[in-house]
Each structure stands twice: as structure tokens, then as C-alpha cells.
């Protein structure tokens, strides 16, 4: 069986997402349970599985619906709404399934039919050579 393949849109960018560490842990629980191309279970299979309440979970969607990385949709009269992850943030079973969703998703997002994922970009070049000086406070 072959290991999905992550999106590194994200994975890589998650250090510098503008919101606190409650929800980007939820992210990565998401990124996990999510389907091969994003498609998440649930809100109340979310809760329960995550051990919080349905509202607890809603909260900790908020940011990541701020920033498009989770997207929602009405799923009709009474189905509640459907979620997933933005196409650029997912994961696929092959390259080549991420490469094609990545094209249709830039297409998308060129003709407003996907919103633009809201990740930061770098502010400045990492380090060329050698470890970060990192400090615990």
C-alpha cells in the first residue's frame, strides 16, 4: 500500500499560519482523517472521534475557514454542511493525482469558482547553511 502524498502548500507554511496552536493541531488531525483530494468527515464524526463537542470543533474550524484552507458547503435542506480541505492543502495518492488537482485548482481559483488559500508567504529567506539559533523562553 503506498503512503498518500502530502501537499507541502501547507505542511511546510504551518509555522507561520496566523492563528494559535489549538486549531493548527486540529489541521493536522484533519490533514490525517481527511480523504485522498480533501474530503473531511463530518462535523459530529469530527467531535466525537476528536473528543471535544460539536461546538469545540466549529471553533476550531473558524480560523481555518478564515484562512480557505477548510471549505464548506451547504449540503442541501436538511444535510447539514459538507467539508473539506482546499485542494492546494490535501492529500493525494500519487504525484501525479496532486498534480492534476493542483491544475484544476489553480483554473478554479483563476475564475472564482475556488477561493484563494490565505497562507502567509515568507517574510524572509530561511537560514542558506546551518541550524536556526532557536531559544526556549
Known amino acids: 500500500m503506498a503512503l498518500p502524498v502530502m501537499s507541502p502548500l501547507v505542511s511546510e507554511r504551518i509555522w507561520a ?9 486540529f489541521l493536522q488531525y484533519l490533514v490525517f482523517k481527511s480523504e485522498n483530494g480533501g474530503a473531511l468527515p ?14 469545540t ?46 491544475t484544476q485548482a489553480l483554473e478554479d481559483m483563476k475564475s472564482g469558482r475556488l477561493p484563494t488559500i490565505n497562507v502567509p508567504e515568507y517574510r524572509a529567506a530561511p ?8 531559544r526556549i523562553a
Open 127 to 134: 537560514p542558506a547553511e546551518g541550524r536556526p539559533e532557536l
Open 17 to 25: 499560519l496566523p492563528i494559535g496552536a489549538a486549531p493548527v493541531k
Open 42 to 55: 463530518s462535523q459530529k464524526a469530527m467531535a466525537v472521534d476528536y473528543k471535544v463537542t460539536p461546538s
Open 57 to 102: 470543533v466549529s471553533t476550531l474550524l473558524d480560523p481555518l475557514f478564515e484562512l480557505n484552507i477548510v471549505l464548506r458547503r451547504r449540503a442541501g435542506e436538511r444535510g447539514g454542511n459538507r467539508y473539506r480541505l482546499h485542494p492546494l492543502a490535501a492529500k493525494y495518492d500519487s504525484i501525479e493525482s496532486m498534480e492534476a488537482a493542483f
